[in-house]
C-alpha cells in the first residue's frame, strides 16, 4: 500500500525554522513529483511547494519563497521542508502529497501524508 | 494566479438528498480541474480529477462536470459517510497551483 509518514513540526518561536520530513512507502518514490500543501486552523488549503523528480526543479508559493526550501533524496524515499525564518501566519498543518501518476507532472495528489502541525508562537 | 470560488459555503441536505456543488474559475482552467473531500482530522483524499475522472475508490454516487470556468462536483443520494468538506483544485496555470474555500456539507 501506497504511504506517506510525516515527521517533524511542533512549537516555534518567530524567525526560528523547522524541518519537516515525509517518508514514503510502497511505491518507486524517484519516479513521483511531490508537494507541500498546509492549512491553517479552520481555513482551506493552500499549495506550498513542489518539487521535480530528481529535485532539479522546485516551486513555491509567493507567501514562503525565500524562506522555505524543498527537497529530497531518492535513496532515502523522502521529501523534506525547511522551513526558515518562521512567521505567525506560517502556522498550519503542513500535508506532504504524491502526483497521482508516475513520470508525468499532473499536480493532482495522492496520496497525501496524515499531516503535522507547525506552530509559530513566542 | 487563478482564483476558484466555491459555492455554496454550506449545503444542508439530508441522507438521500442529490447535493450539487459549485466550482468557478476566475479564468479558463479547460478540465485541469480536481475535487477533494475532507473529513475532521484527516487529510484530503482526491475524488475526480480532470474534471470527470472518478479516482480509484471514488463511489460511482460521485461525478464532476464542466470545462472552461464553471465546474459542478455531484453527489447523486447522499450516504451518512459523504457529510464531510470539499475543494476544487486547478492546475491550468500555475505556480501557483490553487485551491477553492470548501463546500462544507451537513446533515439538515
Not at chain 2, 464542466?66 to 468538506?85: K, M, R, V, W
Request: contains cysteine.
Amino acid at each position: 500500500q501506497e504511504h506517506l509518514v510525516q515527521s517533524g513540526g511542533g512549537l516555534v518561536e518567530p524567525g526560528g525554522s523547522l524541518r519537516l520530513s515525509c517518508a514514503a512507502s510502497g511505491f518507486r518514490f524517484g519516479d513521483y513529483h511531490m508537494s507541500w500543501i498546509r492549512q491553517a486552523p479552520g481555513k482551506g488549503l493552500e499549495w506550498v511547494s513542489y518539487l521535480s523528480l530528481t529535485g532539479a526543479t522546485t516551486y513555491y508559493a509567493a507567501s514562503v519563497r525565500g524562506r522555505f526550501t524543498v527537497s529530497r533524496d531518492n535513496a532515502q524515499n523522502s521529501v523534506y521542508l525547511q522551513m526558515n525564518n518562521l512567521r505567525a501566519d506560517d502556522t498550519a498543518v503542513y500535508y506532504c502529497a504524491r502526483a497521482l501518476y508516475s513520470g508525468v507532472l499532473q499536480n493532482w495528489f495522492h496520496p497525501w501524508g496524515q499531516g503535522t502541525l507547525v506552530t509559530v508562537s513566542s | 494566479e487563478i482564483v476558484l470560488t466555491q459555492s455554496p459555503a454550506t449545503l444542508s441536505l439530508s441522507p438521500g438528498d442529490r447535493a450539487t456543488l459549485s466550482c468557478r474559475a476566475s479564468r479558463d482552467v479547460r478540465t485541469d480541474l480536481a475535487w477533494y473531500q475532507q473529513k475532521p482530522g484527516q487529510p484530503p483524499r482526491l475524488l475526480i480529477y480532470d474534471a470527470s475522472n472518478r479516482a480509484t475508490g471514488t463511489p460511482a454516487r460521485f461525478s464532476g462536470s464542466g470545462s472552461g470556468t464553471d465546474f459542478t462536483l455531484s453527489i447523486s443520494s447522499l450516504e451518512p459517510e459523504d457529510f464531510a468538506l470539499y475543494y476544487c483544485q486547478q492546475r491550468a496555470s500555475w505556480p501557483p497551483l490553487t485551491f477553492g474555500g470548501g463546500t462544507k456539507v451537513e446533515i439538515k
